[in-house]
């Protein structure tokens, strides 16, 4: 008997085609999306920690020190002097191959006597001591570089390499080629060279990036509490970069922001299956009840429903991780092209295809859908036997349960406010926030199609005579049905709506904080490898050139840095500005602008970004410890200022006080002020010639600038949109699916219609006007929803996940935008059953009775 | 009720298999990376010849100057090893080598503070005779930034923290020095006062000691032969007080081994009646003698040439090491002109040095008679060009 129900249930599927498959692409859609945002941050995440890996070897620490690293005295100190064996120099930097397409590589000075046990990459014992190590340690310019790099530059040995760094330019020799020989590493973006030839070509002489140490672990705390009393105070010592979090703590925000976004989707995939799974069982009422006589038990049907929700669930499943997998590819380009733009270098090699991320996806999917069955199959068990269960008693038991709808959904729509307004860190219990704001909102639909209806019923009437207003009423007399189609459209185009509004407010405040904070007329530096960090340095001589050009009003100078402190991640920024006006400053505890003014060019006084304060739960009046080259330094934050280029968040302070505190002489940028009346253009060609040839200036105008920070936001967001669209399209889906569904469902009713005389021009028109109506009431609804979760968005989860203040705006093209795709859908819903309804004969329509 | 649940159950369970496997293959597909050659860094590189100075003709020493570097010559050594004891009896065996490796005859001019032409390696092992242990340590550096070099005022040569020096306020007979040795390894450490009993010895023609027939294949050769020895040994947790006597060689050159020669044998050894034997032989292909001399050191520090139709060296005994490589491990060495007839054997049996370059660095304990006397010894036996 099982297998006659389960043919059944096979022939009912095969018999409807439309929403078969409709079910099954939108759960592979929702499933695919979350597990390519899944593997996005997966491959991203094994990326970083495979570059730490390969960076850092079997190092567990290094010392540190210095903006510009430190001088070899330190490893002389700690290997001659205190005997300490484990210990390797290394100097290392970003730097970019010119030739080609390839990018930014890290050069990788080594000393091979020191590497053993570190990294075996390039090591003494590799060579024959006669001459290749002669010519490695001794040759300007020999480097040595992994095959795959080789193999991207189509270069082989004895081919140069033009590179630049801080905007010099410099040739390196390939002299010999490597290939790891563990799988755990990723060489790709490496070059090495001995660590004389890295001080040579990086003009750094006796200073080094780092010294990489292995500590035991058992004396590792002694060891270190020893070293930092003898060495020099600005030796500061870190857990290496592939033990530390610190890197990938920089982008957990970013990354559980993606997972929550990519979730959406498969919300909606939910809504999706419970329509289709409502509808499959209200279609077979009929035959339920026979089944129910023959002797088939409730509980019975029960399973059978949700078996074919699990069908449907898994083969959407299997098509999602098919999709996800693909998608993973495109994704983890879009995510690490932000990685690279906010936070570090990254390339990323291969998409991890984990078992976790396809068994997450899996696992999501499946119970998605199992849980969106359950309640079609209660209802199903309860089928009484022999005999279907009126409609109408159904439609009657919503009407009168509409004022507890209501109150219910006040109370959990009200209920997501303590979560929203209480501190958390937690983003993923913010995002849960927004579930009971959905939540209630949906349960207010009924009333919202009832007064809607109401109000508009007149104007349709008059518009399109009986028809129209049939139509209208048919949207309330089926409410238990056209709710679902009404709710689930409302959320997709709400959310559509929201993430729009969030972003495009975002990029409205960046673009008037571009503005108000950017009042120099040209800016330049030397090209960096993070977009949002302008940490390459030149030297002071090129600032002072061009500040007696006599175009030249005035300059501001600035320093940004990273700062490593025990495994802590600093950005600092020294300035040395005109005047304080240009930039926005919260102080608090009454300090006037003049008091701040005074205090940021004498003393230890810092002021911090918005997103720092947030970030390290620091607020104005604290003071904060750092770790500086002349020892530890108490720093007093004495303001708070907006920035959005970082949400790592920075720290401004007077250049007199870096100086004070670092010996660090460089600039990384310049912001220019021309005279009146001069001629910007020409200023920039003359900066140009007074920066000189051996090296690579940008110079840009204040509008290229801006242009070019709102290029660098709009790709950082591409991925938003990306997630938006796809949210979008599963709710197309769904949409189609509902409605089509509730139109087929009354194919008996229509017949009764065609049957009392309706043309099927004249059903056409009532199916399409009422599938429009409701699109026109969910887009309605959505204008609310939608700017409640852009504001939320705005307000509270980038507030709690990045630290920014971003005023939340109304934006009218989204609105526009969310009603037309919402008519749109739900009329093109409506055209596909109108004509299949239109074309049945009445008779056949009416025979299933 | 009971087949649904079942079917259900049997279609979830056979479902996640299938995908499961779909998942495993999909996984393995992604770890396929391509299987890695190492392509030999040498391989990718050239040797060079170089234009370093060669040891033609004696020349005349001058210290402390020649206690310190030559840097135009391609190698060079400063070579200690010794024979201890402490007051409980416990005999230990020691060397400490730094070497000084040219990379090129050619002078680097980078700005960097840590370019050079000059590597520096130290070897570093110790017999723990009486338990029968054996420990060695290397440490290599380059020449530059001070993190090893050599340097005549004060007199100091080292590889990072393992130091030859005299004391830096030293005004002494630098024909006569006191040095200081100190070396550290992970678990055994060394640190010893010592002080010339005996003149320097100038090996070959006044010091110019050829190593073979071939002109200039020749090194710059001094040592004293027999210095007395004071100071600590630490082995694990365990610090012994120790005494006895070393034997210091110096040696610098651009000499390589003539074709054919794959080796040699060296010995130092130190008699209970005050005389000391410096002796070796280069060896062939096929393990035949190719060249040898040495030096017979009298009492009061005289020396004189030993020829190798002097000696009869003959291999008694064989030590095998884990890989299969065969060691000499006991010798006779007869001298009819000399009057001596010994048998040396190695203290303890594995005393080799399993670092880049291989080699057998051991204490040696000698029984024999000499002048018809009975006497006893102790030494130091180089065999290098067994394990190629």
């Known amino acids: 008997m099982g297998f006659t129900v389960n043919l059944s249930s096979l022939r009912y599927y095969l018999k409807n085609p439309m929403q078969l498959i409709l079910s099954i692409v939108g759960v592979a859609l929702g499933v695919g999306v979350v597990v390519s945002i899944d593997l996005a941050n997966e491959s991203a995440y094994e990326a970083f920690k495979l570059s730490m890996r390969s960076v850092s070897g079997n190092a567990t620490h290094y010392i540190s020190g210095g903006p510009n690293g430190f001088s070899d005295s330190v490893y002389r100190q700690l290997k001659v002097d205190m005997g300490f064996r484990k210990a390797a120099p290394v100097v290392e930097k970003f730097i970019r191959i010119k030739d080609g397409k390839f990018g930014v590589v890290t050069l990788m000075g080594i000393d091979p006597f020191a590497e053993q046990g570190f990294r075996n990459y390039v090591n003494a014992d590799d060579f024959n001591f006669g001459g290749a ?66 001080q040579h070509l990086l003009g750094m002489g006796d200073m080094i990036s780092r010294i990489d140490l292995m500590l035991p672990e058992e004396y590792e705390k002694q060891i270190i509490y020893e070293l930092k009393q003898k060495l020099p105070d600005y030796a500061n010592i870190n857990p290496s970069a592939a033990r530390s979090k610190a890197g990938s703590g920089m982008t957990e925000s970013f990354r559980i922001n993606l997972a929550a976004m990519s979730l959406l989707a498969l919300i909606v995939g939910i809504f999706l299956i419970y329509n289709t799974m409502t509808f499959a069982v209200v279609r077979r009422r009929r035959y339920i009840g026979l089944l129910r006589s023959l002797g088939v038990t409730g509980n019975e049907i029960y399973f059978l429903v949700l078996r074919e929700a699990f069908i449907i669930g898994l083969i959407g499943t299997f098509l999602g991780i098919v999709i996800g997998i693909q998608l993973g590819y495109f994704m983890t380009n879009l995510v690490t092209k932000v990685i690279n733009d906010m936070y570090f270098v990254l390339q990323v090699q291969t998409v991890e295809v984990s078992s976790l991320s396809l068994l997450k996806g899996m696992v999501l999917g499946l119970a998605a859908t199992v849980i969106a069955a359950l309640k079609p199959a209660h209802e199903a068990g309860k089928v009484p036997a022999g005999m279907a269960l009126v409609r109408s008693s159904q439609e009657k038991k919503l009407k009168s349960q509409i004022s507890k709808f209501n109150i219910f959904g006040i109370i959990i729509f009200l209920s997501a406010l303590p979560i929203l307004i209480v501190e958390t860190d937690s983003i993923y219990l913010t995002y849960l926030g927004v579930v009971p704001v959905i939540l209630g909102f949906s349960l207010l639909i009924p009333q919202f199609i009832i007064v809607i209806v109401a109000i508009i019923k007149p104007v349709v009437s008059k518009l399109f005579g009986t028809i129209g207003s049939m139509a209208a009423r048919s949207i309330v007399t089926q409410l238990s049905r056209t709710t679902i189609a009404v709710a689930a459209l409302c959320v997709a185009v709400s959310a559509a709506i929201g993430i729009g509004t969030m972003v495009k407010s975002f990029r409205n405040t960046v673009d008037d904080w571009l503005h108000f904070r ?72 009454g300090i006037s602008m003049d008091e701040l003014w005074d205090k940021f060019q004498n003393e230890n006084s810092i002021i911090m970004s918005e997103s720092f304060a947030f970030k390290n739960k620091v607020e104005v009046g604290d003071t904060l410890s750092l770790v500086t080259d002349k020892g530890r330094v108490t720093f007093n934050i004495d303001g708070l200022y907006y920035d959005y280029s970082s949400d790592i968040g920075l720290l401004m302070l007077g250049m007199n006080t870096y100086l004070k505190h670092f010996d660090d002489e460089m600039l990384s940028g310049i912001a220019v002020f021309a005279k009146e009346g001069v001629n910007i253009d020409s200023l920039e060609r003359k900066i140009k010639i007074a920066a000189g040839d051996d090296i690579e200036f940008l110079i840009r105008s204040n509008k290229r600038l801006i242009d070019g920070s709102i290029e660098i936001f709009d790709r950082t967001f591409i991925i938003t949109n990306v997630l938006q669209l796809l949210a979008i399209s599963v709710a197309f889906i769904g949409i189609l699916s509902a409605l089509m569904a509730l139109q087929l469902e009354r194919a008996r009713e229509f017949g009764v219609l065609r049957s009392i005389g309706m043309t099927p021009a004249q059903l056409r028109k009532l199916v399409i006007l009422q599938t429009g109506i409701m699109g026109f009431i969910a887009a309605i609804a959505a204008l609310p929803l939608g700017n409640i979760l852009a504001y939320i968005l705005v307000t509270v989860v980038n507030k709690r996940s990045f630290g920014w203040t971003v005023n939340f705006e109304f934006i009218p093209e989204y609105m526009l935008q969310g009603f037309v795709v919402s008519i749109l859908a739900s009329v093109l819903a409506g055209i596909y059953p109108a004509i299949k309804l239109s074309q049945s004969s009445p008779a056949n329509s009416l025979r299933e009775e | 009720m009971k087949r649904y649940l079942m079917s259900t159950g049997a279609l979830i369970i056979f479902v996640t298999i299938v995908i499961l496997f779909l998942i495993y293959g999909i996984q393995r597909d992604s770890e396929l990376i391509p299987s890695y050659n190492t392509v030999s860094v040498s391989d990718a590189m050239n040797a060079n010849e170089g234009n370093y100075a060669k040891a033609l003709e004696p020349r005349k020493f001058v210290f402390p100057e020649d206690h310190s570097s030559h840097d135009d010559f391609k190698i060079e050594w400063w070579y200690f090893t010794g024979n201890l004891s402490d007051e409980n009896g416990n005999r230990f065996g020691y060397q400490f080598t730094i070497f000084r490796n040219a990379l090129s005859s050619d002078s680097v001019s980078k700005q960097s503070s840590m370019s050079t032409n000059q590597l520096y390696l130290a070897h570093f092992a110790l017999t723990d005779v009486s338990n029968g242990k054996f420990y060695y340590a290397d440490k290599y550096s380059r020449g530059a930034a001070n993190m090893a070099g050599a340097s005549v005022w004060p007199l100091k040569i080292h590889v990072e923290d393992w130091t030859i020096s005299t004391n830096e306020d030293y005004d002494g007979d630098y024909l006569m020095p006191e040095f200081k040795i100190k070396a550290e ?100 292909q096929d393990d035949s003698f190719n060249f040898g001399k040495g030096t017979m050191v009298y009492p009061d520090g005289k020396h004189e040439f030993i020829s190798p139709e002097d000696i009869d060296l003959k291999v008694s005994k ?16 007869k001298s009819i002109k000399f009057d001596f007839d010994l048998n040396i054997e190695t203290q303890v049996p594995d005393q080799e040095l399993k670092l880049i370059i291989r080699y057998y660095e051991g204490s040696v304990s000698i029984n024999g008679t000499h002048k018809g006397q009975k006497l006893k010894g102790y030494g130091y036996a180089e065999l290098t060009g067994y394990t190629n």
Not at chain 1, 146 to 160: F, R, V
Not at chain 2, 241 to 263: H, I
């Open chain 2, 318 to 333: 064989h030590w095998t090491n884990k890989d299969g490589h065969q060691y000499p491990s006991a010798w006779t060495m």
């Open chain 1, 518 to 589: 950017l009042k120099a007329d040209i800016y330049a530096s030397v090209p960096t490898n993070v977009s949002r960090f302008n940490d390459g340095t030149f030297s002071r001589d090129i600032a002072a050139r061009i500040l007696e050009l006599d175009e030249v009003r005035a300059m501001n100078l600035y320093r940004e840095y990273q700062l490593n402190d025990g495994g802590r991640i600093y950005h600092l920024l020294a300035a040395q500005v005109q005047s304080f006006e240009h930039e926005q400053f919260k102080t608090e505890g």
């Open chain 2, 185 to 284: 390894a992970d678990d055994f450490a060394i640190e010893f006062d010592v002080v010339p009993l005996k003149s320097i010895v100038k090996h070959g023609i006044n010091g110019l000691s050829a190593k073979s027939n071939t002109p200039g294949n020749a090194s710059y050769y001094y040592s004293y032969t027999r210095m007395d020895t004071r100071g600590k040994i630490k082995i694990g947790e365990k610090n012994f007080s120790v005494s006895g006597n070393s034997w210091m060689d110096r040696e610098w050159s651009t000499s390589a081994l003539d074709s054919g020669q794959v080796g040699w044998d060296w010995f130092s050894l130190q008699l209970d009646n005050e005389h000391e034997i410096m002796f070796f032989m280069l060896r062939n």
């Open chain 1, 133 to 198: 190590l002669g010519d490695f340690i001794m040759s300007e310019n020999a480097v040595i570089i992994p095959k795959d790099l080789a193999n991207e530059l189509n270069k082989s040995i004895g081919d140069t390499i033009i590179a630049e760094s801080d905007g010099k330019i410099f040739t390196m020799s390939i002299a010999g080629i490597i290939e790891p020989d563990e799988n755990s590493i990723d060489l790709k973006n490496f070059v090495f060279t001995d660590i004389s030839t890295a």
